[in-house]
């Protein structure tokens, strides 16, 4: 996991993205074991839901609130606090299930019918810093993209109506079972919330606000699933996977000294991996270096915690280890955008000839499969002006500025990399592209 923004100041750094405007910054937490595990956990239930698991991804907005939230049919946003705060793979699978179902029943297509660009960097931003500052209340977040039309666009857009959410509801109690996961779930969420209603706006999560929870919806869902009872199971698989992903989210966002004294005792993989987060954080790298290489000893075939590895040494100043790292986690796993990013990162800090032009590859390969990391195109800038393209350099920072929501910038750099790359080439049609959606 990394920063972008390093006013966050945290002694060991996530991966969060900005998506929105500079004043007031929407963050996306970006780790590709995180990714990874909440794919794992989401794919029975996406299937069941008739959609394709490789075309919807689970992204985490770095908020404390509780919510969770789609914006199109490719994304669904979990607040990092929701996943802290429910206990169980199943309960995470039943907001999984219930944005799902907003997705394959057409709640959010109809809305963003207007919305134009959505598919390009920018278009992606806008939509993002619109949806989280519309589902937090809070109009700043988003700038001037939803200055003066915070509550309309809110009504519009992101409330869902009763009907709608009954109609989820039902949905996601369907797919639940089709997948295998107790429905029961879905009604201990439901209990998080209760009496957030009876609270003043300002003091409600943001859930409460985009899901209308009445207690005829409560008793509704009740009925649902008291009519299609499954008896409780263990599926080691989903919770092995809930356990990675919010221990890994824990170990990065908790206090470090909290997550040690926690996992004292604790010598499972994910103890060790936590562990190991929280030494890093404490800059203790001997002891943070030394429970990654006891963890990889016992599992030398994992490319996440090969990831992490290379990000600790890294980030404690060892390019040369953490390239090592990296490339093993490449082998493993060559077709993963944040570890071809983390190995890109890693091949800039050597500063060497030789590096920068792997860098480059690594990068352009990471881009290639995941277009919204702006922290990739930040290092791809870097990378392109260290290797003499400058066009391309230009390129790489504007369609990061589009990311981040800053247009005004992203048109700059935009034209500027139009005026040195081939007039026609793909490259400066993709420079056109930041253009028309920024403008």
């Not at 939509?127 to 993209?145: E, H, K, T």
């Not at 990013?341 to 500063?351: C, E, N, V």
């Not at 480059?360 to 990471?366: F, K, N, P, T």
Request: charged share 20%.
């Amino acid at each position: 996991m990394r920063l972008s923004i390093l006013s966050l100041c945290l002694s060991a750094c996530l991966a969060f993205t900005s998506l929105a405007m500079p004043a007031n910054a929407v963050n996306l937490i970006r780790d590709a074991d995180i990714e990874h595990s909440l794919d794992q956990l989401a794919a029975p239930i996406l299937r069941a839901a008739g959609l394709n698991p490789n075309n919807v991804r689970i992204l985490i907005v770095n908020d404390s609130g509780l919510n969770a939230f789609v914006i199109n049919g490719r994304a669904i946003f979990i607040h990092s606090g929701l996943i802290q705060r429910v206990t169980s793979a199943a309960q995470l699978q039943s907001i999984i299930a219930h944005e799902a179902a907003h997705i394959s029943n057409g709640h959010i297509s109809r809305r963003l019918t207007n919305l134009r660009g959505a598919n390009t960097a920018a278009g992606f931003g806008i939509a993002l810093a619109l949806a989280v500052a519309l589902a937090s209340d809070n109009a700043g977040a988003a700038g001037g993209i939803a200055a003066g039309a915070a509550s309309s666009a809110r009504r519009q857009f992101f409330s869902h109506t009763r009907a709608e959410e009954s109609a989820a509801d039902q949905s996601s109690i369907r797919f639940m079972l089709r997948a295998g996961v107790d429905p029961a779930a879905a009604i201990e969420v439901l209990e998080i919330f209760r009496g957030q209603e009876a609270l003043s706006v300002s003091r409600q999560d943001p859930y409460a606000r985009t899901h209308p929870l009445t207690n005829d919806r409560i008793r509704a869902l009740r009925g649902l699933a008291a009519a299609n009872p499954r008896a409780a199971e263990v599926n080691a698989n989903a919770d092995f996977w809930f356990a990675r992903a919010q221990g890994k989210l824990s170990a990065f966002v908790q206090n470090p000294g909290w997550t040690i004294r926690r996992t004292r005792n604790d010598n499972s993989p994910i103890g060790v991996m936590r562990r190991a987060v929280a030494y890093h954080r404490q800059a203790d790298a001997n002891r943070a270096i030394g429970e990654m290489q006891s963890l990889l000893a016992q599992y030398p075939n994992d490319a996440y915690w090969y990831e992490l590895y290379g990000q600790i040494l890294l980030e404690s100043r060892q390019p040369g280890p953490a390239v090592q790292a990296y490339q093993n986690a490449v082998s493993l796993n060559g077709n993963e955008p944040l570890i071809l990013a983390g190995y890109g990162r890693a091949l800039l800090a050597l500063d060497t000839a030789d590096g920068n032009s792997r860098a480059v590859r690594a990068l352009e390969r990471s881009r290639a499969l995941d277009g919204q990391s702006s922290s990739t195109l930040r290092d791809l800038g870097q990378a392109y002006a260290r290797t003499g393209q400058p066009g391309l350099a230009s390129l790489a920072t504007a369609e990061r500025y589009a990311l981040q929501g800053r247009l005004d910038d992203a048109i700059v750099h935009a034209r500027r990399a139009a005026d040195r790359l081939p007039r026609g080439s793909a490259p400066w049609q993709r420079a056109q592209d930041v253009l028309s959606a920024a403008q």
